[in-house]
Every structure is written in structure tokens, then in C-alpha cells.
């Protein structure tokens, strides 16, 4: 099947138009004519091969909506016409200790990635949402709600789901206190879903005047971190706190604000931290330091069908495919409230 998407040949090399063969339908997989595509920063990072391990040419993208052309024969959950999501991976091996436990994300032999990977099957590198069309194997497709904007939907499958599998976790809800810290694409939606779980929530930030913003997204305190006095204000308070900072950062002075047996899950960053942490800081109030990578494909079912009942979806601003060398632009400079949504009938232009 040829498919038009937009790829990066190089490191340094902008995003063009890019033509490419799909490959074939398998009985249990499903073809989707995809909508809207959102814009993640894992893209940009991985397009300008940031970690050093980008195949090229790489067409990025997994934050995928759009709806079913035909599927499989040994597929009975979709048909022609369903609207549908598509994540950050496509396949795993499924009979792992993770993979059973439904935490697909980290298979034991490697989860396929929606991008950038190899399909475990026949070795091919797969390609991502950029694109007018994708073949996904049918368990890891998932159901978009009736009356979800699709547009504001399509981020749910990376920076909602990523949000809110610690929130699920940690059992938030009413009587909850969590603090979001960083309010950009993962931060705007902790602090919507933390809010519609019913729990307190504050939001931490090192600049002032984003307390508008803040309060319309669901925060019912902010805190300025970078103020000692308003930290000290908070110690001992929170119960849980998502970090969606995606850049090495100093958690210290964070740690004195949970409360007993409080817990710190870094979302936003996957190196290493050049400040060593506290220890003192975490065995005191038998706090705890922890991590979570995106979620598991019924994880991210369940945060979906509870956004439908909510009516959640993330603020985004839609741009045409041929804008997305400048969205990368902007995102560097945190210029966007608060997710880029590539609307794919731009291909056609």
C-alpha cells in the first residue's frame, strides 16, 4: 500500500514530503485513513536523532486518530467507519510478565514502536502517524468515544495516557493532593485529569503569570517554585507529584512538599540527573522517588472511555502538514498551548 507522510532524511535536514510503502494487512490487523496526528517533543527529538539511535529516513508521529477502512478477518472489535486511536506502539510480544499484566510499554523483548522501530515480524522499520495511512495490529488500536473532538483527542494517546497512569496507580481521587510540575503538553493534561478525578491540585511553576491558564485547566493552587517561602509554605502537602519536566532539573527541592509515604514520579525525563538527590529527603516521611513510561494499551482504553464521560481533551492548536518544520521551531521555544495537531487532509494541498 503507498502512503504519502512528511520524513526527516537527516539529523539536520528539515521535514519533506515522503512516499513509502506500507506493508501488508495481516488477519488480525486494521487499516486506518488517519485524521489528525498530534505533535509530541519525542518526535522532534527523535528527528534531529537526539538519542543518537534515529533510523533514517524516519516519518515521526504517535498520536494517531482516525478511522477504520477494513480490517482483518481474525478481527472482531472494529469495523469499517469506527473512529479510532492508534499510540506510541503497535505490537509486543504478548506473552511476557508485562505484556500479560497489560504494561505492553516495557515488554521484555522490546515493545514495536509506533516510529522508528522493527516490526517483529518481518524486520521492516516501522513508520509513524506523518502519513495519510497506517496498518496496526488490532490489539493495539483502541476505541475513541462518541462526541471526543478528534483533534483534542489525538494527544490523549501519548501526553494523556502518560499522565494519567500514575494518577491511576496512585489511586487518585477525592481527598487526593497532587501537584503537577511544568505546564506544557504533559502538564496541561495532569492537571485536567488530576482535577476531574476529584483531587486538590497544584500546580508548580518557576515563572510567574501562568495562574490564569493554571486555574482554567483545573489547578486549584499555584506555587511558585523558585519562591523558598512559597515552598516552605507547602511542606508536607502533597500526597502525589507527576514532574513532566523533560529536561535534566533538580527534584531536591521538591521532595520536603510530599507528605508521609508522598511519592515523586518523574514522567517528563528519562536521563540521568546531574543533581544527586537527597536521600535524606526520601527516607524521612518514608517518601518515595519513582517513573512511569507512557501506559499499557487497555490503561490507555480506560483513560479515554473516562474522557468521554468528562468530555477531556487537550488544547491544541491544528496546523497544516506543511507547517511542521516551524511547530518543531516553536515547540523548542514553548511556543504552543498547548499540543500541535497535524490535520492530515493537509497531505492532499
Same mark, same amino acid.
Given at each position: 500500500?503507498?502512503?504519502?507522510? #512528511?520524513?526527516?532524511?537527516?539529523?539536520?535536514?528539515?521535514?519533506?514530503?515522503?512516499?513509502?510503502? &506500507?506493508?501488508?494487512?495481516?488477519?488480525?490487523?486494521?487499516?486506518?485513513?488517519?485524521?489528525?496526528?498530534?505533535?509530541?517533543?519525542?518526535?522532534?527529538?527523535?528527528?534531529?536523532?537526539? *538519542?543518537?539511535?534515529?533510523?533514517?529516513?524516519?516519518?515521526?508521529?504517535?498520536?494517531?486518530?482516525?478511522?477504520? &477502512?477494513?480490517?482483518?478477518?481474525?478481527?472482531?472489535?472494529?469495523?469499517?467507519?469506527?473512529?479510532?486511536?492508534?499510540?506510541?506502539?503497535?505490537?509486543?510480544?504478548?506473552?511476557?510478565?508485562?505484556?500479560?499484566?497489560?504494561?505492553?510499554?516495557?515488554?521484555?523483548?522490546?515493545?514495536?514502536?509506533?516510529?522508528?522501530?522493527?516490526?517483529?515480524?518481518?524486520?521492516?522499520?516501522?513508520?509513524?502517524?506523518?502519513?495519510?495511512?497506517?496498518?496496526?495490529?488490532?490489539?493495539?488500536?483502541?476505541?475513541?468515544?462518541?462526541?471526543?473532538?478528534?483533534?483534542?483527542?489525538?494527544?490523549?494517546?501519548?501526553?494523556?495516557?502518560?499522565?494519567?497512569?500514575?494518577?491511576? &496507580?496512585?489511586?487518585?481521587?477525592?481527598?487526593?493532593?497532587?501537584?503537577?510540575?511544568?505546564?506544557?503538553?504533559?502538564?496541561?493534561?495532569?492537571?485536567?485529569?488530576?482535577?476531574?478525578? *476529584?483531587?486538590?491540585?497544584?500546580?508548580?511553576? &518557576?515563572?510567574?503569570?501562568?495562574?490564569?491558564?493554571?486555574?482554567?485547566?483545573?489547578?486549584?493552587?499555584?506555587?511558585?517554585?523558585?519562591?523558598?517561602?512559597?515552598?516552605?509554605?507547602?511542606?508536607?502537602? #502533597?500526597?502525589?507529584?507527576?514532574?513532566?519536566?523533560?529536561?535534566?532539573?533538580?527534584?531536591?527541592? #521538591?521532595?520536603?512538599?510530599?507528605?508521609?509515604?508522598?511519592?515523586?514520579?518523574?514522567?517528563?525525563?528519562?536521563?540521568?540527573?546531574?543533581?544527586?538527590?537527597?536521600?535524606?529527603?526520601?527516607?524521612?516521611?518514608?517518601?518515595?522517588?519513582?517513573?512511569? /513510561?507512557?501506559?499499557?494499551?487497555?490503561?490507555?482504553?480506560?483513560?479515554?472511555? /473516562?474522557?468521554?464521560?468528562?468530555?477531556?481533551?487537550?488544547?491544541?492548536?491544528?496546523?497544516?502538514?506543511?507547517?511542521?518544520?516551524?511547530?518543531?521551531?516553536?515547540?523548542?521555544?514553548?511556543?504552543?498551548?498547548?499540543?500541535?495537531?497535524?490535520?492530515?487532509?493537509?497531505?492532499?494541498?
Amino acid at each position: 500500500m503507498r502512503v504519502s507522510g #512528511y520524513a526527516a532524511s537527516s539529523a539536520t535536514s528539515a521535514l519533506t514530503p515522503f512516499s513509502f510503502e &506500507r506493508r501488508k494487512s495481516r488477519p488480525d490487523d486494521v487499516v486506518i485513513d488517519i485524521l489528525f496526528c498530534g505533535v509530541c517533543h519525542t518526535d522532534l527529538h527523535l528527528a534531529r536523532n537526539h *538519542g543518537s539511535f534515529t533510523i533514517y529516513p524516519i516519518v515521526p508521529g504517535h498520536e494517531i486518530i482516525g478511522t477504520v &477502512r477494513q480490517v482483518g478477518e481474525k478481527v472482531g472489535r472494529f469495523k469499517a467507519g469506527d473512529m479510532v486511536g492508534v499510540g506510541c506502539m503497535v505490537d509486543s510480544c504478548q506473552h511476557c510478565q508485562p505484556c500479560q499484566t497489560g504494561w505492553e510499554q516495557d515488554c521484555t523483548e522490546g515493545a514495536t514502536f509506533t516510529y522508528n522501530s522493527t516490526d517483529r515480524h518481518d524486520g521492516a522499520v516501522t513508520y509513524g502517524g506523518y502519513s495519510d495511512s497506517i496498518v496496526v495490529r488490532d490489539k493495539f488500536v483502541v476505541s475513541i468515544p462518541a462526541g471526543l473532538d478528534p483533534a483534542g483527542a489525538a494527544p490523549l494517546l501519548c501526553a494523556g495516557i502518560t499522565t494519567w497512569s500514575p494518577l491511576h &496507580r496512585w489511586k487518585v481521587g477525592p481527598g487526593s493532593r497532587v501537584a503537577v510540575i511544568g505546564l506544557g503538553g504533559l502538564g496541561h493534561m495532569a492537571l485536567k485529569l488530576a482535577k476531574a478525578r *476529584g483531587a486538590s491540585v497544584t500546580l508548580f511553576t &518557576r515563572s510567574g503569570g501562568k495562574e490564569k491558564d493554571a486555574f482554567r485547566l483545573g489547578a486549584d493552587h499555584v506555587v511558585l517554585s523558585s519562591d523558598p517561602a512559597h515552598m516552605t509554605a507547602v511542606a508536607g502537602r #502533597y500526597d502525589l507529584i507527576i514532574d513532566t519536566v523533560p529536561y535534566d532539573h533538580d527534584i531536591n527541592p #521538591y521532595m520536603p512538599t510530599l507528605a508521609l509515604e508522598g511519592v515523586l514520579v518523574l514522567v517528563g525525563y528519562m536521563g540521568p540527573l546531574s543533581t544527586p538527590v537527597n536521600a535524606g529527603g526520601v527516607v524521612r516521611g518514608r517518601r518515595a522517588i519513582s517513573g512511569s /513510561f507512557i501506559g499499557g494499551v487497555g490503561e490507555t482504553q480506560q483513560m479515554l472511555d /473516562f474522557c468521554g464521560q468528562h468530555g477531556i481533551v487537550s488544547d491544541v492548536e491544528v496546523i497544516p502538514i506543511q507547517q511542521i518544520n516551524q511547530a518543531y521551531e516553536r515547540m523548542l521555544k514553548s511556543d504552543v498551548k498547548y499540543r500541535f495537531v497535524i490535520d492530515m487532509a493537509s497531505l492532499k494541498s
